[in-house]
């Protein structure tokens, strides 16, 4: 596809606070609570554009808004005001192993996790025997999920969700669990796919695991972006600024 | 016009092959699950209806006493029937609560929810609706008439009605959080303001009108003259039949336009 892009632009996101409005008829009533819920900010006038070859690393902390603007660009979440345009097929590794069936074996949830995420199209036998070799689960791929170790569950996971070739690359901290020898694996097979993306956005709690990745480096707090320049601007202020770290 | 052009634009979106692939692996999914380790299997979905059948068939021509012939057709025509509807609508209000966590992460189509719901209790009624009517025939409780032929004509239109429904309680649900217990009531009371285990003659004429308007009835009365009566349906019952599904299929539109936006949010 040509024109690959993202282009968000003063993006507003609310969630919603449903414990905050009557739950029953009693608070409805006697305890004067409303019905409607009380909207909580996610993402807060985000603009953020994206073009061929950019690989964007986002830092914050946990409920700084990294993970939604993801899940914005994913199409996950509806946005309450601004414009969002994405140009491209996108991938996004956020969370793996959505979906799988502890019930079913290997086999069939490497099937399902394509399923659930509308990638049925993609799937074939071939594809799927270099899936069971990557996760080098062997004849354990035809047991039920759940006599897995959670090693093995995300070696399946990650296997599952890495066999795919998009334009945009979404990442939210995917790191392979499992030994040493498949983690390295992984790593290594997970940075070709990110070179051969045109677009990758990556989220992390550090600009350490993200910098050799990276061209741009994005910081965020509060649901909105602080700043943008390079690993080291984006660290210092990320720790002195918002960590407080000396 | 926006309304009917949007509607058609959705429509067209979705009608795709691995849109309705997707559909059919996560019902086959569910359907494996839900029968796996147990010893009849899917036999249950035909033990538990034959068993209503079996009972009120012995116990209400005493209490009602009402002429009906071949009672038994009767009542296995309208049960299973109404099972496929009670059904649809007690599980699908939960569709897309019970797959919160997939939907939150996954970029899928959130309809496929619903959708793979019905279908597998659609696959469900006729699997052990056709068991029971070859068995009726077998044991010459009623006998085969080419009539039957006709039935997918209107098993499809309530296929859709009911889909259309389903769409409908599954993205109003995360809002209504006691859309559950309402639906549960709703069966429970509709179950007998339906003429199912009684005919529709048995109600007043002047009555009558309300029965005939009662959408489960406008769905089971043309498969019960199918099946028990070997008639096609009148001209007049079948347009009440392709009205309904055309007007769940607006309303549930509706209801979907309104909820799909946030609807993420109260998962």
């Known amino acids: 596809m040509t024109n690959i892009q993202i282009k968000l632009q003063h993006i507003y996101v609310n969630g919603v606070d449903t414990h905050a409005r009557a739950g029953t008829l009693r608070q409805w009533l006697l305890l004067n609570k409303t019905i409607k819920s009380k909207g909580i900010p996610i ?25 939604s603007i993801l899940k914005v660009i ?27 069936d502890p019930e079913q074996t290997g086999i069939k949830n490497i099937k399902l996790s394509f399923a659930y995420r509308g990638k049925l199209k993609d799937y074939s036998p071939e594809l799927e025997q270099k899936i069971i070799e990557f996760s080098e689960l062997d004849d354990k791929i035809y047991l039920p999920l ?44 997970l940075r070709k796919k990110l070179d051969t993306a045109s ?30 320049g390079s690993a080291k601007e984006v660290e210092s202020k990320y720790k002195k600024d918002i960590l407080n770290i000396k | 016009m926006r309304f009917i052009k949007d ?38 979905t035909l033990i538990q209806p034959t068993t209503q059948v079996v009972i009120y068939s012995l116990i209400m021509p005493h209490i009602m006493r009402f002429p ?25 209000p939960n569709s897309l609560i019970s797959n919160a966590e997939i939907i939150k992460r996954c970029i899928v189509s959130k309809t496929i929810f619903p959708l793979s719901d019905v279908s597998r209790l659609f696959y469900n009624y006729i699997i052990s609706f056709l068991c029971m009517y070859v068995l009726l025939v077998l044991l010459s409780i009623t006998k085969f008439d080419p009539v039957v032929l006709l039935l997918p004509l209107y098993l499809i239109p309530i296929f859709i009605t009911l ?25 429970s009371v509709s179950f007998w303001l339906t003429p199912i285990v009684y ?25 019960s003259m199918i099946v028990h009566q070997h008639v096609i349906p009148s001209f007049l019952d079948s347009l009440y039949l392709i009205l309904l599904t055309v007007f769940t299929s607006v309303i549930s539109y509706i209801v979907y336009r309104t909820c799909r936006k946030n609807f993420v949010f109260y998962l």
């Open chain 2, 68 to 92: 009906v012939a071949d009672y038994t057709t009767f009542l296995i025509t309208s049960i299973f029937t109404w099972g496929f509807i009670s059904q649809t609508l007690i599980v699908t």
């Open chain 2, 199 to 223: 005919p529709i003659t048995i109600i007043p004429e002047h009555l009558r009108y309300l029965f005939e308007l009662n959408p489960f009835y406008i769905m089971i009365r043309p498969i």
């Open chain 2, 7 to 44: 509607f058609f634009h959705d429509l067209q979106n979705k009608c795709d092959k691995y849109y309705f692939l997707t559909i059919v692996l996560i019902a086959q999914n569910t359907l494996s699950r839900q029968y796996r380790d147990s010893v009849l299997g899917i036999l249950w």
């Open chain 2, 163 to 187: 889909a259309a429904i389903s769409i409908a309680l599954a993205f109003s649900a995360p809002y209504l959080k006691d859309l559950n217990e309402v639906m549960t009531v709703l069966v």
């Open chain 1, 74 to 100: 994913s199409g996950n979440y509806p946005i309450a005001k601004g414009n969002r345009l994405v140009h491209g097929t996108i991938a996004p590794l956020i969370e793996m192993g959505a979906g799988f």
């Open chain 1, 146 to 189: 759940k006599t897995y170790s959670s090693g093995m569950v995300s070696r399946l996971a990650f296997s599952s969700a890495v066999f795919q070739d998009p334009d945009i690359m979404l990442l939210d901290e995917v790191l392979a669990a499992g030994d040493a020898g498949f983690v390295k694996k992984s790593r290594n097979f």
């Open chain 1, 43 to 67: 993402l807060c006038d985000v603009s953020l554009e994206a073009k061929p070859g950019d690989k964007i690393g986002i830092i914050g902390r946990n409920g700084s808004g990294k993970s």
């Open chain 1, 199 to 228: 677009i990758a956005i990556i989220v992390s709690h550090a600009t350490d695991d993200i910098q050799e990745i990276c061209n741009r480096f994005i910081l965020m707090d509060q649901g909105a972006i602080i700043m943008e």
